[in-house]
């Protein structure tokens, strides 16, 4: 098993920026394929990023491509989220998600079987 614990979250002005972190513990780090979700109130977990066991591969929903970047540092057994020109609509609870049963990049948040407490990210216009 694995433990995950975000952090980063806060309040940021639009066009503003965060970086999100997601430390693991347990089991090899570099053995699962990581994910971030949010959840806005009111509306269910949807995916935002993910990422390869090894960090060669990432993919993001259409709405952050281009302004958030998703790594890792495997030795670190850290996850990020680096968010950039933030908007109102990007104010959600973020959560990291960990996966070993897979090796390519998953977008559904049944494929994941770790996941973090959530970090709540509040942006203001």
């Known amino acids: 098993q694995v433990q995950l614990v975000e952090s980063g979250g806060g309040l940021v002005q639009a066009g503003g920026s965060l970086r999100l972190s997601c430390a693991a513990s347990?089991?090899?780090?570099?053995?699962?394929?990581m994910g971030w979700f949010r959840q806005a109130p009111g509306k269910e977990r949807v995916f935002v990023a993910a990422i390869s066991r090894n960090g060669g591969s990432t993919d993001y929903t259409a709405s952050v491509k281009g302004r958030f970047t998703i790594s890792r540092g495997n030795a670190k057994n850290t996850v990020y989220l680096q968010m950039n020109s933030l908007t109102p609509e990007d104010t959600a609870v973020y959560y990291c998600?960990?996966?070993?049963?897979?090796?390519?990049?998953?977008?559904?948040?049944?494929?994941?079987?770790?996941w973090g407490q959530g970090t709540q990210v509040t942006v203001s216009s």
């Open positions: 998600a960990a996966s070993d049963r897979y090796y390519s990049l998953r977008y559904n948040s049944h494929d994941y079987d770790y």
């Open positions: 347990g089991r090899s780090f570099s053995g699962y394929v």
